[in-house]
């Protein structure tokens, strides 16, 4: 398809156990961004890539959480030991490169994962 | 601290009215300001983008200014109907176009 794909749309898990998001981007994006989106609330960033440049790591909540990118282009968020707070819609979304003058976000349609 | 605001958790209105929606920013200093719709259990859509040397942009009933020195942004939504009805994010970039930084939403609901 033409959008950014991601799988499973679903997931329940139990407590402590890993788990995988993956996410495919739109052909020739070279920006990749997770986001997380609690019941109600806003999106929280969670990591960015752009092209063969280093992620910004910066939003991961801890060292439970990393990300990466093969050959630029799916992505797969792992959460290791899974806690309850990590329940949550997990976005995925790629664009163009931003060179400076602005660029929009195309999202997937999320994996809603629980934790119980 | 860096911090968004939209103004309301839930805005109701009147079908046939102009809904505004806003958003304030503290400690960015973006180059440009984006607004997506979202639907329950579907992710963002993108709807408009201005940059930070625009004053305003439209696209069919949608409006947007962009105010650097109050640091806000308003967004209209004109002749409004009830498939209006949706959540309305603003997100401005962040570090230099690295990534993109969201406010928490204002669920519009336009009531028939």
């Known amino acids: 398809g033409a959008g950014v794909s991601q799988s499973p749309s679903n997931k329940v898990t139990e407590k402590g156990k890993d788990v995988e998001l993956r996410c495919d981007p739109i052909?020739?994006?070279?920006?990749l961004y997770w986001y997380r989106q609690s019941l109600g609330q806003g999106l929280e960033f969670l990591i960015y890539?752009?092209?063969?440049?280093?992620?910004?790591k910066s939003g991961l909540p801890s060292d439970r959480f990393s990300a990466e990118r093969t050959g630029g282009s799916v992505s797969t968020l792992t959460i290791q030991r899974t806690q309850q707070e990590d329940s949550a819609v997990y976005l995925c979304?790629?664009?163009?490169?931003?060179?400076?003058?602005?660029?929009?976000?195309?999202f997937g349609q999320g994996t809603r994962l629980t934790v119980v | 601290s860096q911090k968004i605001e939209q103004n309301s958790e839930a805005l109701n209105i009147q079908e046939g009215k102009t809904a505004t929606l806003t958003c304030n920013y503290t400690n960015y200093s973006p180059a440009y300001l984006q607004w997506y719709r979202q639907d329950p259990g579907r992710g963002p859509v993108f709807l408009l983008l201005i940059r930070e040397n625009e004053k305003e942009k439209r696209k069919e009933r949608l409006k947007v200014t962009f105010d650097t020195t109050l640091k806000q942004s308003l967004f209209h939504i004109t002749a409004s109907q009830p498939a209006d009805s949706a959540t309305y994010l603003c997100?401005?970039?962040?570090?230099?176009?690295?990534?993109?930084?969201f406010g928490p939403g204002t669920r519009l609901s336009v009531l028939p």
């Open positions: 890539f752009q092209g063969n440049s280093a992620p910004d």
């Open positions: 997100a401005l970039d962040h570090n230099y176009g690295q990534n993109f930084v």
């Open positions: 052909s020739g994006h070279t920006a």
């Open positions: 979304a790629s664009s163009l490169e931003d060179r400076g003058w602005g660029t929009e976000a195309f």
